[in-house]
């Protein structure tokens, strides 16, 4: 459905290439706490088409 990015941006330079691959949208945020309640958002808001391209394009216009 989504990755939750950890906070450490060193991190990121090698997860996002293999997330890109899998079409796989992630969501980075200061905490936990606060990527997973902007995920379970950005779900109640979705279509009924495909949860994980609902996913993408809603993390990419934000």
Do not use: C, K, N
């Not at 996002?16 to 779900?43: D, K, N, R």
């Amino acid at each position: 459905m989504a990755y939750l990015q950890a906070s450490d941006p060193s991190a990121s330079r090698f997860i996002h290439p293999i997330l890109e691959t899998a079409e796989v949208p992630w969501i980075s945020a200061s905490s936990g706490e606060a990527a997973m309640a902007h995920l379970l958002e950005l779900i109640e808001a979705s279509g009924s088409g495909s949860l994980r391209q609902s996913l993408r394009e809603a993390l990419h216009e934000s």
